[in-house]
């Protein structure tokens, strides 16, 4: 049976989206999966961009240091802006805040383009189901990522971005892709974790922006006010566990532990999981 969103529904969902944004296991994935099993009732993408912003929350809980540290950078600059080129050769806090504001260019082109396409995926669990496989094989291949020296540099920026650009797919993981994208260029996982996480910030907050927009315009629709600050509250709260989670199965180096994972749930998606649930 078809329901609308309960509050225990946006508890569940929020929880769910809390650990797996940031786990390499796809959060939007497992959202689509959830929706089906539970029977929710279609609404567009507006829940699942007010539980984004909850883990958007978590990031600026976990990195505040960095997160301070770039924003002094950025109005330093701002107070004498002559000394960019130079404070970006001297200032690691100013090189970082501008390549992942480089990194960001290829989801925010591809997001904006083919947003109504991304939407269509989200009510097609079987498409889930073989980017959960995808991610798997992604995640299993950081295995055999040797030199982990390397420096996240504007090249290796870009790769990121763009990696992070084809995670809009559902069932792709963000993390996962960004994480084992600079791995796999030899960046360590703890920094590339570290880098997955603060460039989550504008993709979300860009996206955010966007669906409220929608929402201005055309309402909330079946979604009510309290089920969505609970799915916020509740993937805030999650999403501070899950990064602490990751931290420490990068600093084991054993990200493809989740690999299996993510192969056994595409598999049962795909075979599973009705389309019309």
Known sequence: MITQLTLNDSLLLGFLQG?????????SGHLVVAQALLGIKKTGISFEIFVHFGTLMSIFVMFRKDIGAMAAAFFKIIRNPKNIVVSYRSDKQFKLLVIILISTIPAGVIG????????????SPKQVGYAFIFTGILLFSTKFALNR????????ALIIGFAQAFAIIPGISRAG????AGMLRGISGEEAARFSFLLAIPV?????????????????????LTVAAVGIISSFLTGIFAIRILMGVLKRGKLHYFSWYCIAL????????????
Do not use: C, H
């Not at 383009?113 to 009510?123: A, R």
């Not at 595409?266 to 649930?277: A, C, P, Y």
């Open 19 to 27: 650990i797996t944004e940031f786990l390499p296991v796809s959060s």
């Open 112 to 123: 904006i383009l083919f947003k109504e396409s991304f939407e269509m995926l989200f009510s």
């Open 149 to 156: 020296s390397a420096e996240i540099g504007i090249g290796n």
């Open 177 to 180: 892709s960004t994480i084992g």
């Open 204 to 224: 979300i907050a860009g996206a955010t922006l966007l669906q409220v927009i929608d929402i201005y315009e055309y309402g909330l629709k079946e979604l009510s």
């Open 266 to 277: 595409g598999v049962v998606t795909i075979f599973f999981i009705s389309e019309n649930r």
